[in-house]
Nanobody, 117 residues
Framework: QVELDEAGGGLVQSGGSLRLSCAAL????????MSWHRQAPGGQRELVAT???????TYADFVKGRFTISRDNAKSMVYLQMNSLKPEDTAVYYC???????????WGQGTQVTVSS
């Protein structure tokens, strides 16, 4: 069982930056693929970025070059550094932990990011 707690959302102007954090309580994160997802009002939840236990990362095309995902397994933390934010980045951002076996999948409660133009 893993409990995820996101923080760091807020209101920022277009072009600004925010750093989201995801704290994991419970099992060690080393056995989990971690990812950030987002859901805009009226939209579907979409994958933003993924990081494996070994540190390999993938990004959605719409955030490449602007967002950076990172993790600290020792601290059970995952981060999303968001730069050059755009109004279309406005969404609730969710942290996800998927066990390497793919048998277990956990979500945080989400943190709101609002980018004003």
């Amino acid at each position: 069982q893993v409990e995820l707690d996101e923080a760091g959302g807020g209101l920022v102007q277009s072009g600004g930056s925010l750093r989201l954090s995801c704290a994991a309580l419970g099992n060690s994160l080393s056995l989990y693929v971690m990812s950030w997802h987002r859901q805009a009002p009226g939209g579907q939840r979409e994958l933003v970025a993924t990081i494996t236990s070994g540190g390999s990362t993938t990004y959605a095309d719409f955030v490449k070059g602007r967002f950076t995902i990172s993790r600290d397994n020792a601290k059970s933390m995952v981060y999303l550094q968001m730069n050059s934010l755009k109004p279309e980045d406005t969404a609730v951002y969710y942290c996800n932990a998927q066990h390497l076996s793919r048998q277990f999948d956990y979500w945080g409660q989400g943190t709101q990011v609002t980018v004003s133009s």
